[in-house]
């Protein structure tokens, strides 16, 4: 029940609905963090600012930073906070702060129950809240930078406002606060994109329908969130059965609806698959990189049939209420990625199931002729990248001068349009004439000619 008692608790926090539309009048509200960081008593400490010139009376801001050895110790809200939010002033993944605090993030928020609310202040942003951190060692600033960024916790808070007068609305995050120079953000989907599909198959003689939610995923997975809707009431969901990966992780949050239960009812046609591994890595979704394997088996039974025309079926991936983007995590990563969704399930007929299609991701490097070729004043050079690669693409001169440098970077799996606008490196325009373009990848090059006309 933690789970929905949390997701109950933040829907509390932001004070009404938070599908509502954004309304955020006046100066834009921002959000803001100061880190202090002190490596030589191994301690730190994070300051939440915050401008608003909106009466507030609800707010929630979820954080998270990338460093392992860093442990939130303790907390202090400031007094304008506790005494405007007299409903959960702080709040944590756990509800407590704790040196494991596997998640390394956590929520600052509230919200007004009897209290006035935080009046809107229009001279400049106020201290929070206030985390105090631990760093169980340091290896310097290659080794152990830290970031600490903004982020979707759990599957039920965004950085959202609720002003007293108004609809809730999202204010400005200042950006991502990074001490020293801690390496980039790991890509959180390597290689091959991870893609999510459903099997529709319907039996209209037993009045029966199932739905099977597959996955690939090639990294393991600490939480997921993938909400599904339909266009037919008629079908009415009864049951659900879950895989043994998905089974792995907590039984408190494996899937949530709209009324957090099945009802035969169900008028709002849609659910959310959702998970949170609130234990160790081992009880991580495990990662699958050879096929796609099913997750979760919805079933369905058909009230009434009035056949084909007027009784289709399609199935098809939503934002759920806000509370969830269609996002995957891997353990440690701030903001988490979305995987490739193959596309609508219709059920036209019942000897028509779509199947589902594999990922369209290129299988080979190639590089297309330019188009279009001749050109002016620019053209577009259209190349495919099979696996994750660092990959440059040039413009070359007869002379075999380089030109321009279009692509020079780290490219995961997919297909490119690169273009080129007759101009060098420095922006300077080259004359007409014949040049080349060279794409290099792993062990792959190849050259194609083209022509510029003025």
Request: net charge negative; aromatic share 12%.
């Amino acid at each position: 029940m933690r789970f929905k008692l949390f997701v109950a608790l933040i829907s509390v926090l932001v004070g009404v609905s938070v599908s509502s539309e954004a309304q955020d009048v006046g100066i834009r509200d921002t959000v803001s963090m100061v880190l202090t960081v002190d490596t030589a008593n191994l301690e730190a400490v994070a300051e939440v600012w915050v401008f608003s010139d909106a009466d507030l009376k609800g707010a929630t801001a979820g954080f998270g930073w990338d460093n392992p050895n860093l442990q939130m110790d303790s907390a202090v809200v400031d007094s304008l906070v506790i005494n405007g939010f007299d409903i959960g002033p702080f709040v944590y993944r756990d509800e407590d702060i704790d040196v494991t605090n596997t998640w390394k993030n956590f929520i600052t928020g509230g919200a007004s129950l009897m209290a006035a609310g935080i009046p809107g202040e229009s001279t400049g942003r106020r201290l929070w809240a206030t985390y105090y951190f631990k760093l169980s060692s340091w290896g310097g600033c290659d080794q152990d930078g830290i970031t600490i960024d903004t982020l979707w916790f759990s599957a039920g808070s965004q950085l959202l406002f609720s002003p007293i007068n108004g609809s809730p609305y999202q204010p400005d995050w200042e950006g991502k606060v990074v001490y020293c120079n801690p390496p980039l953000y790991l890509d959180p989907d390597p290689d091959i994109a991870d893609t999510v599909a459903l099997l529709l198959v319907v039996d209209t003689g037993s009045m029966k329908a199932t739905v099977e939610l597959y996955v690939y995923n090639d990294e393991p997975l600490s939480r997921v969130a993938s909400g599904f809707t339909w266009n037919n009431a008629n079908f009415q969901l009864t049951s659900v059965s879950f895989a043994p990966a998905v089974d792995s992780i907590d039984d408190t949050c494996r899937y949530v609806y709209r009324d957090d239960d099945i009802n035969t009812t169900n008028d709002s046609m849609q659910f959310l698959f959702a998970g949170i591994a609130f234990r160790p890595r081992d009880d991580d979704i495990p990662a699958e990189p050879s096929g796609r394997r099913k997750w979760v088996t919805y079933n369905f039974t058909i009230s009434s049939w009035g056949g084909i025309d007027s009784d289709g079926v399609t199935f098809d991936t939503l934002t759920f209420d806000s509370l969830s983007v269609y996002r995957f995590h891997a353990r440690g990563n701030l903001i988490g990625f979305q995987p490739v969704w193959t596309g609508a399930v219709t059920f036209g007929n019942p000897d028509d199931v779509t199947p589902i299609s594999a990922p369209n991701l290129p299988q080979t490097y190639t590089l297309s002729q330019n188009y279009p070729n001749p050109f002016n004043p620019s053209t577009e050079i259209n190349f495919d990248v099979p696996v994750r690669s660092h990959v440059t693409l040039k413009v070359y001169n007869v002379l075999g001068q380089k030109v321009k440098t279009l692509v020079d970077e780290e490219l995961a799996p997919k297909r490119y349009i690169a273009d080129w606008d007759g101009t060098t490196d420095n922006g300077t325009k080259v004359a007409s004439g014949i040049y080349f373009y060279k794409l290099e990848a792993g062990d792959f090059t190849e050259t194609k000619k083209m022509l510029l006309l003025k």
